[in-house]
């Protein structure tokens, strides 16, 4: 029995001690967040949310100001736009690759999967070419756009996923009932993949949010989102940790409670029984 | 709504589904598709609904090809194996749906609606999701959805198979009894003969993608067209011998290692002109064959009663054969004992063909 039990612990030992920088790291991220006067530089003195004045306050770096609210709401816009159009591409598309027989379909289907493979960086001068054409450079739907695009060939298949687990029944009898492809997919596909839904969206919505490399070449430094603001800030002189630190726990709250809303989300796609044929 | 298959063939690749397939359908008529699974009933019915696109052929609605028309403007309702509800709408959501694609107003659609849930016995269960109601219920609900646009044409891919056996026979008649009050031409997909022959018109037997014979259940009973029909169709199925046919002083006999006999003139008149000796298969259903006296001797192997009669199987030589009896009938297996063919209801198959040398 102690034997038996000594073995069960090791995983946890194991895991316990890949995961504890971790956890540091984000106990200090917390501590520093809502701590002041910080002590021998980790320990708080005294808590307060005096970190948090950017709430209220304008923040200022160098000769440029903004404030947290602008930032956080362009940032939501622009994850926003990038998850929608994310949504409503591999929507469409993953009914037509799951559905539709054409020419190349494979082909296509095989090509998306190389394409998620293409790192984002190295099309970014590419992009910034086609968004200057097309005069969108340094507009945030422009960029949400070229983002998007970067998350379309994976969402592709994972709204295709859904799709395969309706039965073809489903969709004959309701070709049978009088509804155009058109007309099946957002009367019948859609409802019965909402969850589904959920998840693309969220899927394309927190890889805008992660975002920098794209939001830092493509938008000029006059308009930020948290993730350039954060970077500014990081660029000056003095740093102040604690006021970085409770601004990154706001950058994180919406892909926090998003991943939550994911899980479950997931979980709910829907399983269907009956027989084929 | 009359219904043509005009040389219908589907091909996947190298597989032949449906193989040159001619059938005409009259309207108001029940047919049955019957074959074993895989022969092509499905493929079939999804080239009549439009689904698929025939390799060669064509598909005829009242005298119209309408090869090229996609399903929704066929007319035609369908019920599928695995009943196909939308599993997010509530019942009546389901049972309306295809009215509410044609804008009819909701208080029309639910007139119909009621109209059909009463007739079909689902009033009940109109606010649930198709998740809440049993497999009966649900395949109701289905013929509801197929009928409520008041179809042409009713198509039913095996609408049976997923019930339990006594649900099965409840609807069997309930569904035989809807189509003749509704009068609405039909066609009914299964591999169950019996399906087929309580419930059908006339029966269309399909085998690798090739109809067999087609006709009314006792014309298939009575006169199958090849040993494919015949082994398919009736409980016990037929017995088959193989034999020769051989005339001797203008009389034609079959003859066995084990048996000779005469066949009667009505048989004789059907095969005066097949030269003698002839390889034939005899095939004689269980019930036509009499236990008691007789020239053809058997041993009694096993005696199954069954209530309203009883299924007695012997050997004749090294062959199997099945029996009907009295249900008074008993007997000891290894028992010796005379038997009699009625002479009238003996089938003759080519034994290279398969062909029915009496049709
Ligand atoms: N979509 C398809 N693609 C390729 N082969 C098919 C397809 N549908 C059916 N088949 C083949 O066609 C034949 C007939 O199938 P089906 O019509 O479903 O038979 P049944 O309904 O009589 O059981 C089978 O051999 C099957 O494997
Ligand atoms: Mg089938």
């Given amino acids: ?277 | 709504m009359k219904v043509f298959l005009d040389r219908l063939s589907k091909y996947f690749g190298q597989v032949k589904a449906v193989d040159n397939l001619t059938l005409a359908i009259e309207d108001g008529e029940f047919v049955a598709l019957l074959g074993p699974s895989g022969c092509g009933k499905t493929t079939t019915l999804l080239t009549i609904a439009g689904f698929y696109k025939p390799t060669a052929g064509f598909v005829l609605f009242d005298d119209k090809v309408v090869n090229e028309l996609p399903p929704r403007e066929r007319n035609i309702g369908m019920v599928f194996q695995s009943y196909a509800l939308y599993p997010h709408m509530s019942v009546l959501d389901n049972i309306t749906f295809p009215l509410r694609l044609k804008k009819v107003s909701r208080k029309e659609r639910e007139t119909k609606a009621k109209a059909l849930a009463s007739l079909l016995r689902i009033e009940d269960i109109l606010e649930r999701k198709p998740a809440e109601i049993s497999g009966g219920q649900q395949q109701r609900v289905a013929l509801a959805r197929a009928l409520i646009k008041e179809p042409g044409l009713l198509l039913l891919d095996e609408p049976l198979s997923n019930l339990d056996a006594k649900l099965r026979v409840t609807m069997r008649a309930e569904i035989k009894r809807l189509q003749k009050d509704l009068g609405i031409t039909t066609i009914l997909v299964t591999h169950d003969q019996v399906e087929a022959m309580t419930m059908a018109d006339r029966i269309a037997v399909l085998e690798t993608g090739k109809l067999q014979q087609v006709g009314p259940p006792e014309e298939l009973y009575n006169s199958p067209a090849n040993l494919f029909v015949a082994g398919f169709i009736g409980t016990p199925p037929m017995n088959f011998l193989a034999a020769t046919l051989e005339k001797r002083e203008g009389k034609f006999f079959i003859t066995t290692e084990r048996f000779c006999l005469p066949l009667p003139d009505s048989v004789t008149m059907k095969i005066c002109q097949i030269p003698t000796p002839h390889d034939v298969i005899v095939g004689i259903r269980p019930e036509n064959i009499s236990i008691g006296q007789g020239e053809i001797r058997g041993e009694i192997y096993v005696v199954e009663p069954l209530g309203r009669d009883t299924l007695v199987s012997l050997h004749i030589g090294t062959e199997i054969i099945k029996v009907i009896a009295p249900p008074t009938f008993r007997a000891s297996p290894g028992e010796q004992v005379q038997l009699t063919f009625s002479e009238e209801k003996v089938h003759l198959f080519d034994k290279e063909t398969g062909k029915s040398l009496l049709v």
């Fill in chain 1, 1 to 277: 029995m102690a034997y038996k039990r000594g073995t069960k612990a090791i995983p946890y030992l194991i895991l316990g001690f890949v995961a504890a920088p971790f956890l540091i790291m984000y106990v200090g991220f917390f501590l520093r967040a809502f701590g002041e006067k910080m002590v021998l530089g980790i320990i708080p003195a005294q808590w307060g949310i005096y970190n948090f004045r950017f709430l209220w306050q304008p923040i200022t770096w160098g000769l440029e100001q903004t404030t947290m609210w602008t930032a956080f709401g362009n940032t939501m816009f622009f994850a926003t736009l990038s998850g929608f159009i994310v949504t409503v591409i591999c929507m469409l598309a993953g009914y037509a690759l799951s559905r539709v027989e054409f020419r190349g379909r494979s082909f296509f289907l095989i090509l998306q999967l190389v394409l998620h493979a293409v790192p984002g960086q190295i099309l970014l001068i590419a992009v910034f070419f086609l968004l200057l054409y097309i005069g969108l450079l340094h507009r945030i739907p422009g960029v949400a756009l070229a983002r998007a695009a970067l998350e379309i060939p994976l969402g592709v298949w994972m709204a295709k996923g859904f799709f395969d687990g309706i039965p073809w029944d489903v969709e004959r009898a309701a070709m049978v009932d009088g509804c155009t492809r058109l007309q099946v997919w957002y009367k019948i596909f859609l409802p019965l993949v909402k969850p589904g839904i959920a998840a693309v969206f969220i899927w394309g919505f927190l890889f805008a949010w992660h975002d920098f490399i794209y939001v830092y070449t493509l938008l000029p430094g006059t308009i930020k989102v948290m993730a350039t603001l954060i970077q500014s800030l990081l660029a000056t002189e003095v740093i102040d940790y604690g006021y970085l630190a409770a601004l990154s726990l706001i950058y994180s709250i919406p892909p926090l409670s998003l991943f939550i809303f994911l899980q479950r989300a997931l979980l709910k796609v829907p399983i269907f029984g009956g027989k084929g044929t």
